[in-house]
């Protein structure tokens, strides 16, 4: 069936373009038509359902280009995941995808979990027996012997260990490789958070063998000698990357150089209690670790929107709180949504057919009353969200 959507105005992107008085035509799966609401009318046939929003914008559904539906969390993400079994927590991880998609997340790139489930959980959603947004699955990420995450089961040693646990990866159904090429506060007794955990020859072998399987590689890097190995290697996405140096922070612009020249985009995955952090750590130490950002957005660098939702206080329904910390740095609200729409499709991969709203291209969009690009406090005021084409109300999938 069809359903013809239209709203005060389509924000169609990038860039804010919109079309006012305009509608949008989806049929089954996928966008049919795109326009004014004149033109889509034109078009659609007799008898099409239709929803009519005078007061608000259709725009593209969001994309959390990182989260960890494997990670509930709380105050010890870690500990919960060890307790739990695979069903539970598969169950958990199928609750926090539901929750993604209730805040306007039609996509979702889950960066390490435990014995493939995210892939699991992937195919029955797009299968259509649980709701939730599409998920782009990492699986293990690899990791040195009692490096960062290792109870994922990521661990690797040698260059032999390395393809293989890419090439397992991959045939679990991995959509993207995940690589902790520094330590991480989350793994106790592991490197520190910003020592390397594998060379730029080991990182470049992960990019080539990911690459050889048709398969992008995000490389976890918060240490600066990090983040240059990942950058020389060629992965596709950096991760965090906040230039830290044991007992402080070292930005390189030759690194930021290679980054735009390379086209790799950086996820700083804010979390939305990013306002914590400035509470916890003053402001001075939080302006300088978010003017990082900015400074990095300044030189030109690709960024696109994640919230590392799962590690403790990053709630899976904060996706816009995320958005705001891009706010207070001062970006405009039509970058900071292209962040987490078309820019974000394009670090993904998966910009062919989603994160804008174009004729041919997956029905993944949202009605919200207001308008975003004067006040991103719109998106959550959601009257609509379709996934795939699938109808999500009331916290459920209402089919067609």
């Not at 969001?62 to 919960?80: E, K, Q, R, T, W």
């Not at 959980?121 to 995450?149: E, S």
């Not at 470049?204 to 600066?224: D, F, K, Q, Y």
Request: charged share 20%.
């Amino acid at each position: 069936m069809e359903l013809l959507i239209s709203a005060a105005q389509v924000l169609t992107g990038p860039g804010g373009a919109c079309i006012d008085d305009g509608a949008v035509l989806v049929s089954g799966s996928a966008i049919a038509a795109v326009g004014t609401r004149k033109e889509v009318e034109e078009v659609a046939p007799a008898g099409v359902q239709r929803a009519s929003f005078p007061q608000g914008t259709i725009l593209p559904g969001l994309i959390d280009c990182h989260v960890h539906l494997a990670f509930d969390a709380s105050p010890d993400p870690v500990g919960a995941l060890r307790e739990a079994d695979d069903l539970s927590l598969l169950l958990g991880m199928a609750g926090r995808a539901q929750q993604l998609l209730a805040v306007g997340v039609t996509t979702a790139r889950d960066l390490g979990d435990r014995g493939g489930l995210s892939v699991r959980l992937r195919d029955a959603i797009a299968a259509g027996v649980l709701h939730g947004p599409r998920i782009l699955a990492a699986t293990a990420p690899l990791t040195p012997p009692g490096g960062h995450c290792w109870f994922l089961g990521g661990e690797v040693a040698g260059q032999e260990a390395i393809r293989n646990q890419v090439r397992r990866n991959a045939e679990t159904g991995a959509d993207v490789i995940k690589v902790m090429a520094t330590g991480g506060g989350l793994t106790r007794g592991g490197a520190a958070t910003w020592q390397s955990q594998f060379t730029t020859k080991e990182l470049r072998l992960v990019v080539e063998e990911a690459h050889r399987t048709g398969l992008p590689v995000a490389a976890h890097a918060h240490g600066t000698a990090g983040i240059a190995s990942a950058v020389a290697a060629g992965v596709n996405t950096v991760e965090h990357c906040t230039w830290m140096v044991e007992g402080g922070f070292e930005m390189r612009g030759d690194v930021v150089a290679d980054l735009i020249a390379k086209e790799i985009h950086v996820c700083p995955a804010a979390s939305p209690n990013w306002r914590r952090f400035v509470e916890r750590f003053g402001r001075e130490r939080a302006e300088e670790l978010f003017g990082q950002v900015r400074w990095m957005a300044e030189q030109g660098v690709r960024l696109v929107a994640g919230t590392d939702a799962g590690v403790p206080g990053a709630m899976f329904d904060g996706f816009v709180n995320g958005l705001e910390l891009y706010e207070h740095l001062g970006f405009p609200q039509d970058r900071i949504l292209d962040m987490a729409t078309v820019e974000a499709a394009r670090a993904l991969g998966i910009d062919a057919d989603t994160g804008q709203l174009v004729a041919g291209y997956r029905a993944d969009l949202l009605v919200v009353d207001g308008d975003p690009l004067r006040d991103l406090n719109a998106l959550r005021a959601l009257r609509l969200v379709l996934a795939g084409g699938r109808l999500y109300s009331n916290g459920t999938d209402a089919g067609w």
